[in-house]
């Protein structure tokens, strides 16, 4: 293996005795919620901070409280002209990206519009749109949230230990400055995270679960689904597999079978993705069928930079496999992309979840 090398062995030595990547019997979602501590969290004190329009939209940013640390902030996006009907929701998840300066800016606009950063951003992974925003133009309720380490939830310069923030280049724009030093950081937080009983990714579906029952629980919201790319698409498999009120799940360019991303795939990827321990319990498309009975989308990327082409193609047959025993409805789809959520994915996911959510479809309020 490219980044171990001549200790290698160490990977079979670990998959013999601990029996690694095993194939999951009954209560696989309670086991692995329990394994990775995902944390019981509310969006308590909920509140509207400010509203706006442009040009077809309706914007809200509103606030909640999970119980520690600063206010979640998130955007809230509607066709201007649909008023108080209800619509179908969904809960659209920004991506890691190495961005943490930025959460829910990266797939959406307040009114002073997008950062230098964001805009960089965008043009290289979303086409240059910000596709939440065109999402909700197609007719839904569309949450753009932050969450644990991102945005209005990112951890401050000084509580970073000085290992992070020595030696910055301060040519650099404070976004740019601030992802550097989040970079070096996020290891420090898997382990606090760790120490605590829970994981970060335990840490990170607590807070999405949260936000998803905050977006039931609007007036002007029906059924609600939920989609994202990469980081972005680790957190809507999660709430898949976690939340059973989650009607519809669109995940894209993260979903790989852990044993093919062992050889030079690992260390591409956010800690999110290594829950310690899950390895024993299942594969990760095991815990992504957990979705199952209800609607599963996830799109592949044959040129995918940091997932192995292996192990999307097994990830998609485990997946496949799970759904057959279920009788239920999964959509794998193979495209000619990198790892990317470019306008013709983003175009088909619209698609898709408005069939599975009862939006009108289309561009209905334009």
Do not use: N
């Amino acid at each position: 293996m490219r980044h171990l090398g001549e200790f290698s062995g160490l990977a079979g030595i670990a998959e013999r005795q601990f029996g690694l990547f095993p194939t999951p019997g009954p209560g696989l979602r309670e086991q692995a919620r329990d394994l990775m501590g995902v944390l019981d969290l509310t969006a308590a004190d909920a509140r509207v901070e400010r509203t706006w329009t442009a040009g077809d939209l309706a914007g809200e940013e509103v606030s909640w409280d999970v119980g520690y640390g600063p206010r979640t902030r998130a955007f809230v996006l509607r066709p201007r002209e649909a008023g108080g009907a209800v619509l179908p929701g969904v809960l659209a998840l920004h991506c890691h990206a190495g961005m943490k300066w930025a959460g829910k800016e990266k797939i959406a606009d307040a009114p002073e519009g997008p950062s230098p950063e964001v805009a960089r951003l965008r043009a290289a992974l979303y086409d240059g749109r910000a596709w939440a925003a065109e999402l909700a133009l197609r007719g839904f309720t569309v949450l753009v949230p932050d969450v644990l380490g991102w945005g209005s939830r990112r951890i401050p310069l000084a509580d970073m230990p000085e290992q992070a923030v020595d030696g910055l280049d301060f040519s650099m724009s404070e976004a740019d400055r601030y992802d550097v030093a989040a970079a070096r950081h996020e290891h420090v937080l898997a382990k606090y995270c760790t120490l605590l009983g829970t994981s970060f990714a335990g840490a990170v579906a607590g807070e999405d679960l949260a936000a998803a029952a905050y977006l039931r629980s609007r007036p002007d919201t029906g059924r609600v689904g939920c989609a994202g790319l990469s980081g972005g698409g680790l957190r809507a498999a999660l709430l898949g597999a976690f939340d059973p009120g989650m009607d519809a799940i669109a995940v894209v360019a993260m979903i790989s079978s852990y044993r093919d991303l062992l050889d030079r795939h690992v260390s591409g990827h956010t800690w999110m993705l290594y829950p310690p321990g899950l390895t024993r319990l299942c594969d990760l498309p095991d815990l992504v069928a957990c979705a199952a009975p209800r609607p599963l989308l996830v799109c592949y990327g044959e040129r995918d930079e940091i997932l192995p082409l292996s192990g999307m193609r097994r990830a998609h047959a485990m997946i496949a496999a799970h759904y057959r025993q279920a009788s239920a409805g999964y959509t794998g789809i193979f495209a000619d992309a990198g790892h990317a959520f470019g306008r013709p994915q983003q175009e088909q996911v619209f698609g898709w979840l408005a069939r599975h959510l009862g939006a009108e479809g289309g561009v209905p309020w334009r």
